[in-house]
């Protein structure tokens, strides 16, 4: 998430496949978006309220298929 310069960067453990994460964070879209704050074009999330979501991790298998 880029706004104003300002970088969110995920970082996974390396049990956890970066992917499903992708897909993970894109199924919460409307989630995330009524967390953001800003106007219109310029809509930002804070790393607070980001830190507050709790992404489950399945089994890597899982994660794979999940993602693929």
Do not use: W
């Not at 199924?27 to 106007?39: C, I, P, Q, V």
């Not at 219109?40 to 999940?66: C, G, S, Y």
């Amino acid at each position: 998430i880029l706004t104003d310069g300002h970088i969110l960067i995920f970082r996974c453990k390396k049990s956890v496949y970066s992917k499903y994460i992708y897909y993970y964070l894109n199924t919460k879209r409307g989630y995330l978006e009524n967390m953001a704050s800003g106007s219109t074009n310029q809509m930002f999330l804070l790393q607070k309220d980001v830190k507050k979501l709790k992404v489950p991790i399945p089994p890597r298998q899982e994660q794979l298929a999940i993602s693929d």
